[in-house]
């Protein structure tokens, strides 16, 4: 799976954008970048994957680049209880077979600040 | 989304006694379940994958012995820790996907603390 780099630790003013950024320069055509983020004390949550295309949900905004090599996770509202460790994880989509696990980096601590 | 559950949320115990963690999924069957450990202020660290009906596959450095899987059901793996000593004491988290193409639901998690 493709290494990423995220920065260690970022703030955001609540009810503003959280914009954390990941590099996956030497990502292949077939990994999916995942997020996920973990409160202190719990277990990682699930945020959003993508391949190339921009993905939305109820939660967050994925905004991949053209090139691939990196991209960024848009919380649009933050609010304190976003504050968390967000995972960037690179790595391919099994269609069929067994799963594999998920290996995580150090991720960036988001700290939503009232 | 599924939902992995694990039990306990926390536990102390002794040195040198077994404490057993229990991983469902309860809404799914989950073939493969992976354990993971947390250290403070550290990421997570792949421990084993645990395989229903078969043996457990550990990561290196991982002392098989020590921590005992069992994957007996499709929705349900535990993670015994053998002889507990205080430098066990870790965060450990257990995760499953539904398929191998859906993402990964995590429990969440087991504060062990061995005195």
């Known amino acids: 799976d493709a290494k990423t780099t995220q920065p260690p630790s970022m703030d955001c003013a609540e009810g503003r954008a959280a914009n954390l950024p990941c590099n996956h320069s030497?990502?292949?055509?077939?990994?999916?970048v995942y997020w996920y983020r973990q409160i202190h004390s719990q277990g990682p949550q699930y945020i959003i994957h993508g391949l190339k295309n921009n993905e939305t949900n109820e939660m967050a905004s994925l905004i991949i680049t053209e090139d691939r090599k990196s991209s960024t996770l848009i919380l649009p509202h933050a609010t304190l209880r976003d504050t968390a460790v967000y995972y960037c994880?690179?790595?391919?989509?099994?269609?069929?077979?067994?799963?594999?696990?998920?290996?995580f980096g150090s991720g960036t601590q988001l700290t939503v600040l009232p | 989304g599924a939902v992995v559950s694990q039990h306990p949320s926390r536990v102390i115990c002794k040195s040198g006694t077994s404490v057993k963690i229990e991983c469902r999924s309860l809404?799914?069957?989950?073939?493969?379940m992976f354990w993971y450990r947390q250290f403070p202020k550290q990421s997570l660290m792949l421990m084993a994958t645990?395989?229903?009906?078969?043996?457990?596959?550990?990561e290196q450095g991982v002392e098989k012995d020590k921590f005992l899987i069992n994957h007996a059901s499709l929705t349900l793996s535990t993670l015994t820790v053998t002889s507990a000593h205080p430098e066990d004491s870790s965060f450990y988290i257990c995760?499953?996907?539904?398929?191998?193409?859906?993402?990964?639901?995590f429990g969440q998690g087991t504060r062990l603390t061995v005195v």
């Open positions: 645990s395989n229903e009906g078969s043996k457990a596959t550990y």
């Open positions: 030497t990502i292949s055509g077939n990994e999916y």
């Open positions: 809404d799914f069957q989950a073939t493969t």
């Open positions: 995760s499953a996907r539904v398929r191998a193409d859906t993402e990964a639901f």
């Open positions: 994880i690179v790595r391919v989509r099994l269609l069929s077979g067994s799963a594999r696990q998920l290996t």
